[in-house]
């Protein structure tokens, strides 16, 4: 089990990147032209409207499959990370070692340790879940792009606006999840670099947030 000094720097942690998430929801909610995900979501919405209107098929195509590729390499690299590199990790007794000698504050436990590599293997499952449905998102959005605007143009386009609209949004949420995994693997040297990763996982993350 963890000990005091452990639990402590894991709660401040956990508050610092779960209170900064909260906030921030709340500012994309009430106040999104300051955000870069508000920003990116106005240009989505009129690129869509764009292509679809003015039939710039071949944009919309180069466009989407780039957002396709990245989206499903990143997909990728979320599973075999998650089954390969942490799984060399916990079954090599080297690399357990010099965690434990980097472990200056926190408890040296085998199952706390285990613990951890848990919650690194889920938190990239949970990334490659979005990503993957990122992905789904794209591919529908690609054929509604598509279609003919004979008929109800308004709905076409506020139907794959929505789709492009959504898988960004899953995208975004997988992108969380890796950079997540930052103060997750500092963990397994220690609370005191947990703490520390979650510190500057924020400060990033509020820097990329908003527009300035």
């Known amino acids: 089990m963890p000990g005091t000094t452990e639990l402590w720097?894991?709660?401040?942690?956990?508050?610092?990147?779960?209170?900064?998430?909260?906030?921030?929801?709340?500012?994309?909610?009430?106040?999104?032209?300051?955000?870069?995900?508000?920003?990116?979501?106005?240009?989505?919405?009129?690129?869509?409207?764009?292509?679809?209107?003015?039939?710039?098929?071949?944009?919309?195509?180069q466009t989407m499959r780039n957002w396709v590729m990245t989206t499903?390499?990143?997909?990728?690299?979320?599973?075999?990370?998650?089954?390969?590199?942490?799984?060399?990790?916990?079954?090599?007794?080297?690399?357990?070692n010099l965690i434990h000698r980097l472990n200056f504050a926190g408890t040296r436990s085998e199952d706390l340790?285990?613990?951890?590599?848990?919650?690194?293997?889920?938190?990239?499952?949970?990334?490659?879940f979005n990503l993957s449905l990122a992905m789904r998102h794209y591919n529908y959005a690609v054929f509604l792009i598509g279609l003919s605007l004979a008929?109800?143009?308004?709905?076409?386009?506020?139907?794959?606006?929505?789709?492009?609209?959504?898988?960004?949004?899953?995208?975004?949420?997988g992108m969380r999840g890796f950079y997540l995994t930052v103060p997750l693997v500092m963990w397994l040297f220690g609370p005191e670099w947990l703490l520390a990763g979650a510190a500057i996982v924020t400060l990033a993350l509020w820097r990329h947030d908003h527009t300035g």
């Open 151 to 173: 008929d109800e143009p308004d709905v076409a386009i506020a139907r794959a606006t929505r789709h492009v609209q959504n898988g960004a949004m899953r995208y975004a949420a």
């Open 9 to 61: 720097l894991m709660l401040a942690s956990a508050t610092l990147l779960i209170g900064y998430h909260l906030w921030f929801l709340h500012e994309l909610q009430t106040r999104p032209h300051r955000t870069t995900i508000g920003s990116a979501r106005a240009l989505r919405a009129a690129w869509v409207a764009d292509v679809m209107t003015n039939r710039r098929d071949i944009l919309a195509v």
């Open 72 to 96: 499903s390499f990143l997909a990728s690299t979320a599973a075999l990370i998650s089954v390969g590199l942490l799984t060399f990790l916990m079954s090599s007794d080297g690399v357990t």
């Open 113 to 128: 340790l285990t613990l951890k590599l848990a919650l690194i293997i889920v938190d990239f499952f949970v990334a490659f």
